[in-house]
T-cell receptor, first 114, second 111 residues
Framework: DGGITQSPKYLFRKEGQNVTLSCEQN?????MYWYRQDPGQGLRLIYY???????QKGDIAEGYSVSREKKESFPLTVTSAQKNPTAFYLC?????????????FGDGTRLSIL | RKEVEQDPGPFNVPEGATVAFNCTYS??????FFWYRQDCRKEPKLLMS???SGNEDGRFTAQLNRASQYISLLIRDSKLSDSATYLC????????????FGTGTQLKVEL
């Protein structure tokens, strides 16, 4: 099946620990995005990548890092510098082309602090 | 002022009712518009894109009013399965095709 796969579905982190969330897509999409969603808030953009080996900060990049070594993969690391990491993390991708192309989402990772 | 603003609801409607949601956006240069549906504790899923001339997909109709900077979604003959949060989404930031999400309008369809 074609799609976007995020893993794990649930993740627990201890204070001071870095964790990496996986996002893989087999849609041959050029662009990939990471968002976090908190209760009562809209999705907020963390990082995005339009092409392999290139990525840009979104609105709330502090405490996060990413890499884009392969077109299919865009992992997100939540570092110990992120003081409030508990959230629902969503990865999305889109094909190239005009702005009218929508983004499609993976089913998310819920991160909690122990 | 929020970039994309929606009434959070909830809208509680009986099955079979027609319900309409509005969404306003602040950036007049916004290029593309979408409605996404999000079920509780799930990922957002594209419901429909919104075109300048308005568009329809079955029971769902989306319209765009650029002059007043608002987008609407109309759901006719609502079903129990339509219960969800509806997110208004705007592509308004050029490079990177980044999206701005509204906080969503919650719909509850009841028997």
């Amino acid at each position: 099946d074609g799609g976007i796969t995020q893993s794990p579905k649930y993740l627990f982190r201890k204070e001071g620990q870095n964790v990496t969330l996986s996002c893989e897509q087999n849609l041959n999409h050029d662009a990939m995005y990471w968002y976090r969603q908190d209760p009562g808030q809209g999705l907020r953009l963390i990082y995005y990548s339009q092409i392999v080996n290139d990525f840009q900060k979104g609105d709330i990049a502090e405490g996060y890092s990413v890499s884009r070594e392969k077109k299919e993969s865009f992992p997100l690391t939540v570092t110990s510098a992120q003081k409030n990491p508990t959230a629902f993390y969503l990865c999305a991708s889109r094909t190239g082309g005009g702005s009218n192309q929508p983004q499609h989402f993976g089913d998310g990772t819920r991160l909690s602090i122990l | 002022r929020k970039e994309v603003e929606q009434d959070p609801g909830p809208f509680n409607v009986p099955e079979g009712a027609t319900v309409a949601f509005n969404c306003t956006y602040s950036n007049s240069a916004s290029q593309s518009f979408f409605w996404y549906r999000q079920d509780c504790r799930k990922e957002p899923k594209l419901l429909m894109s919104v075109y300048s001339s308005g568009n329809e997909d079955g029971r769902f109709t989306a319209q765009l009013n650029r002059a007043s900077q608002y987008i609407s979604l109309l759901i006719r003959d609502s079903k129990l399965s339509d219960s969800a949060t509806y997110l208004c989404v705007v592509n308004d930031r050029g490079g990177g095709n980044k999206l701005t999400f509204g906080t969503g309008t919650q719909l509850k369809v009841e028997l």
